[in-house]
């Protein structure tokens, strides 16, 4: 078989394997394999002369790559001119005629690559784009959890069984069936949307999503009577039963301080007309909201504010308003002394710092002076003079659980309510703010910057207003502010109570509308509470974005990154400026997906007996049978997560 010239050399020999042993054989190692082959192909090739320690290269091989035991590879011969290799021949068989032209080379390095026995090296692979993340909001839920989640947010959007909700219940009190209804909310209803009946059950329910790296906004789920707008007799209320009603819910929330306190950084939600009665809030608000009008009209707007944001820089002449006032307060009128000292004493709270009283008055000065801290003018202004004896024990018991919950490290959250009540208790409000808003001063033991917070629904035409109203009055005191924002909980009582009365529709005309004031009020804080050049000493601004909207959190969210403050942590304090709430049973996967973006997020926890939950549990189901979009999103995720339980996700 050699040829002229150059001496014949092995370039691959293959062993002959006995049968009996080639089921104990293992592949053949590739880094040989690969080495042989380079060395292989340059030699066929030409590209180099045959290295001079080429040997042959024996490994085991697999039986799947073992061939017949009378075949093996032919030696190979080289000239200077021309190379070749042979195919496997069976023992005894010539070799094929030596290739002549140029082709030959390639066609042999074909064969070679060709051959199942020889590994060549590959080139590197693009990386294999990797399964994009999908968030297990609910991984750590029992089947049964997750069955009885899916089925109550599949309720919830059967529309006329949330319609006929409180109808159905009422039958079920005519017919003494409301021990077995509320069996049946406790283990459906309640347990998808509420911690716990007690406190001890309500921690559980905070371990679990502290586990998760979210907060707790605990909230005792005590409605008020959303008929009680003042239409009927006042309930017989007298400051001993009033005192004794506040110091009762004064006492359960400061065990609920207790509790939060366990967790770091945790609100308490506080409602006002748990401590209140609300003939009083109904009363105080009215006047409130006639103050309002007749500023509004002393400034020559009539209806709704052109700019809602004008508010706060609107002044009137004094003389003006007080005729506006007189016209609408005949105690007033009556007693000259008293509505010429409250326009006095709102004109020197109404005056920039430094200057002199100007004769006019600014809404500031209105919400000053018009207070419950001024309760002669409280009660002046009063239909009912002798409700304004009902005032000290309510401030006193809401002053007692505020002082308890800054001692504790605890924030409260003040929760709005319906429209006849909001006046009062943004007023309520102002006062505790003004109180315990220290900004992390000697006078806060715990050095929170904010214990207070105010509630905003931004689906009433007038809170962008009364927002911007706040923010800027609290600036003018040098306090902190802080404020939560949320769309709003009674769209369909307000509007129902509204008709009856033949009063303008309080809400805006459309969702649209609803989504534009609320981006713009969030817009609005943050830029304050982000406000990286600000002047030393000004006063610090939180905010909690309490809400499932999706592209209102994703573009608060963007907000916060372009103004560098992801984390919102302030540099005064490890208290988040920006924060963000959802509520239990609702928009899970949005709660997670913050977390893992690195901001501060919280779950509103409601808590309390079954029957007393009830008006709390008939708004949530309202509220999901409204926004269809969120609920089935919750019901998607719920099903993939059971569709992983058993192994087809």
Sequence with gaps: MPTSGAAARPLLLLPRVPPSSRRLLLPPPPLAVATAS??????????????????????????????????????????????????????????????????????????????PRVSLPQPPQPPRAAAPHRLRPYADASVFTLLNSYAVLQLCAFRPL????DALLGLAARLRLSWAIEAVIKRTFFAHFCGGEDLDETVGTMRRLEAKGIGSILDLAMEADETGSGG?????????????????????????????????????????????????????????????????????????????????????????????????FPSLRSDGATLDAMVSRMEVESKSAGAEADGSIDWFGVTRVASWTNLNYARAMMAKAELADLVPPVLAHLDRLAAGASSSGVRLMIDAEQTYFQPAIDDVTRILMAGYNKGG???????????????????LRDTYGRLAADLDGFKRLGLPFGAKVVRGAYMDSERRRAAERGQPDPIHPNVDATHAAYDAAVGLLISHATTVDAPAGTPRVELVVASHNKASVRKAASLLKSAGASTGAGSSSNVPLVAFAQLMGMQDETSCTLVEDGLKVYKYVPYGPVKVTIPYLLRRAKENSAALGGAAEDRANLLRELRHRIGFA
């Design 162 to 165: 949330v319609d006929w909700s």
């Design 38 to 115: 380079r060395r292989c192909l340059a030699f066929v090739a030409g590209a180099r002369a045959p290295p001079p320690n080429l040997r042959p290269i024996r490994f085991p091989l697999s039986p799947r790559h073992t061939p017949p035991l009378n075949t093996r590879l032919s030696t190979t011969t080289t000239s200077a001119k021309h190379a070749t290799v042979t195919k496997p021949q069976s023992t005894g068989f010539a070799p094929p005629r030596r290739p002549t032209t140029a082709t030959a080379a390639a066609s042999t390095v074909a064969t070679i690559m060709a051959d």
């Design 232 to 328: 009927g007799p006042a309930p017989a209320w007298t400051p001993k039963s009033c005192d004794a009603h506040a110091a009762r819910m004064g006492d359960l929330m400061l065990e609920a301080v207790n509790v939060a306190s366990r967790s770091e950084l945790s609100y308490l939600a506080v409602k006002v007309t748990a401590f209140a009665p609300p003939v009083l809030l109904v009363s105080w608000s009215t006047a409130l909201s006639r103050a309002r009008e007749a500023f509004l009209e002393a400034a020559g707007i009539s209806g709704p504010l052109t700019q809602p944001d004008s508010l706060p820089h609107q002044r009137v002449p004094s003389a003006k308003f007080k005729e506006s006032l007189s016209s609408r």
């Design 441 to 459: 001063s000697s006078a806060s033991p715990t050095r929170l910057p904010v214990v207070i917070y105010n509630t905003y629904q931004m689906y």
